[in-house]
Nanobody, 124 residues
């Protein structure tokens, strides 16, 4: 069974950058699309970005297009989320998950193997 762990979060000023990592252990992400989501207190878990197994196809929420870049290194079983030009509204706990069901890539209900999340806080 895949176990997932996120890292790389922190406190950054608006306009700054962070790179999040999502590492798999136990088994690999082999064959799966992997996605990043974020959740603020009292809000639902929202889609941020996803990447296909080959890395050839990526998806982004409109709110992060042109600022965030998702990538993967299958040899390291790791997915990355490079975040630039961060805004206070990007503040949230960021989670990665494995898209194991047949529903849309932007629905958290079609993902499993969530990690514990990593906090991103952007100050104004």
């Amino acid at each position: 069974q895949v176990q997932v762990g996120e890292s790389g979060g922190g406190l950054v000023q608006a306009g700054g950058s962070l790179r999040l990592s999502c590492a798999a252990s136990g088994r690999t992400f082999s064959g799966y699309t992997v996605g990043w989501f974020r959740q603020s207190p009292g809000k639902e878990r929202d889609f941020v970005a996803a990447i296909s197994w080959t890395g050839n196809t990526t998806y982004y929420a409109d709110s992060v297009k042109c600022r965030f870049t998702i990538s993967r290194d299958n040899a390291k079983n790791t997915i990355y989320l490079q975040m630039t030009n961060l805004k206070p509204e990007d503040t949230a706990v960021y989670y990665c998950g494995v898209h194991v069901y047949v529903g849309p890539y932007y629905s958290p209900n079609d993902y499993t193997h969530w990690g514990q999340g990593t906090q991103v806080t952007v100050s104004s």
